[in-house]
């Protein structure tokens, strides 16, 4: 604390210094329009001082010095012109006085992820207070797989001023949602710095600009995943003024009925926003995620996330038909049949070795209607069941034991494979 203190006095010793240097000056040339320092980096003109925490700033005759951050080490404050500070570390509560930014946090993840935190899954769950940044993190991972690695706020106090400046311009700063801009992690960090760029833009779909989407999940599928399978997207607020619905390489989006310009277009769905002026957007927060593409998606993340990017997407495919190989290796292999049990060699007609057709199974075997077979044992149980081997290969098989399984249990009749299906006299004809 006192290396803190000691820092803050230098500071201002520092600032006193620079101001009597101005003064003198001044002095000696009158009505001088401004002096640039460029080795203090710092905003001198004439008048009353204003620190508003960033850079120091002395408004008045418009002298202009680059500004540059106050870095308090050993306190945990960046506070830099356009600098980050992360707000909270996965799996901590984020009520944790260890976690100052947890709170905000917590607001962050709950609006970007909403469909989430918020799941018709949860509905029955009495909350008490805040849910705790594990439990936030915990409802994200199990609907969507999705894990939430960091969240940065940007404090970028030139990039919102010139936003700030933009909407007393225009008249819209009553406009302003929350939107979210998926892109590879340098661009984020570069654009947490110095803001969008125009010029960058690829997309020209709903108009030339700068898109962002209220869609989360449609945001993350434009980031560009890095060597891990992480991406990043950024919390943006975008002051959108009048909007209309857009068009392919629209370049002037006109006015509105009240002659107003408009600055923003949108699609047909009105998720996506495409903004014409950089500074109508202010980046807010770096967001870091990653889906656990080692693990394919259940049904219920596979209807909470619809679109993917293609890497992403890719991965999962990739997860899943590893999956399914290593549990064809490990299925048992359908056997001989053993020699036919001592029942009835025939009935009705139909006897043991007889090719059939199954017509209409029960609906536990309905995916082999139509399907032929060999009649290989016909037992009864209360009623004749003929048992057939479908033909067809192991899958086939495999398919028929674990509905005999899981309904019959672990064995049918004596002598007589799981992999066999039970027909009744009316459900199979003779070939």
């Known amino acids: 604390m006192f290396q803190v203190l000691a820092f803050i006095f230098q500071v201002l010793v520092f600032i006193f210094q620079v101001l009597a240097f101005i003064s003198q000056v001044y002095m000696a040339a009158p009505g001088c329009a401004g002096i640039h320092l460029p080795s203090t980096y710092i905003h001198l003109p004439r008048g009353s001082i204003h620190l508003p925490g960033v850079c120091i700033h002395l408004p008045g005759a418009g002298n202009h010095l680059p500004g540059v951050g106050i870095h308090l080490p050993g306190a945990g404050i960046h506070l830099p012109g356009a600098g980050i500070l992360p707000l909270s570390r996965p799996g901590r509560a984020m009520s944790d006085p260890g976690d100052s930014g947890g709170d905000e946090s917590a607001a962050v993840l709950s609006r970007a992820f909403g469909n989430c935190v918020n799941h018709v899954l949860y509905s029955s769950v009495a909350e008490q207070g805040v849910l705790s940044h594990s439990e936030i993190l915990s409802r994200i991972k199990t609907t969507s797989n999705l894990s939430v690695l960091k969240v940065t706020r940007v404090q970028n106090m030139s990039r919102s001023m010139l936003y700030d400046a933009f909407g007393a311009t225009y008249n819209i700063e009553g406009t302003a949602i929350t939107a979210y801009h998926g892109t590879d992690h340098a661009t984020a960090l570069t654009i947490a710095s110095r803001g969008f760029r125009g010029s960058c833009s690829k997309r020209s ?22 060597a891990d399978c992480s991406q990043t997207f ?12 857009g068009s392919q390489d629209l370049a002037d989006f006109g006015q509105d009925a009240e002659g107003n310009q408009v600055l923003t277009t949108t699609d047909l769905g009105n ?23 080692e693990n394919p998606n259940n049904s219920l993340q596979e209807q909470t996330v619809r679109t993917y990017h293609g890497v992403i997407w890719s991965q999962y495919q990739q997860a899943k038909a590893k999956i399914t190989a290593a549990a064809a290796v490990a299925a048992p292999r359908p056997t001989a049949p053993p020699a036919v049990p001592v029942a009835h060699a025939s009935w009705k007609g139909i006897a043991v070795g007889d090719k059939v057709r199954i017509l209409k199974s029960f609906s536990l075997f309905k995916f082999c209607d139509g399907k032929e077979g060999t009649v290989r044992a016909i037992v009864m149980d209360n009623k004749i069941n003929y048992c057939v081997q479908v033909d067809g290969d192991v899958d086939i098989g495999l ?4 509905c005999n399984v899981s309904h019959f249990g672990a064995s049918t009749f004596p002598g007589v494979l799981d992999t066999w299906v039970r027909c009744r006299l009316s459900q199979v004809e003779k070939i």
């Open 399 to 402: 398919e028929i034991q674990a």
């Open 271 to 293: 998720t996506i926003l495409c903004a014409s002026y950089s500074d109508q957007m202010l980046a807010t927060y770096v967001v870091t995620v990653r889906f656990n593409v």
């Open 205 to 226: 779909v709903w108009g030339k600009g700068i898109y962002v989407s209220t869609n989360i999940w449609e945001a993350i599928a434009y980031a560009k995943p890095s």
């Open 234 to 245: 950024l919390v943006v607020d975008i002051m959108t003024g009048p909007i209309i619905i």
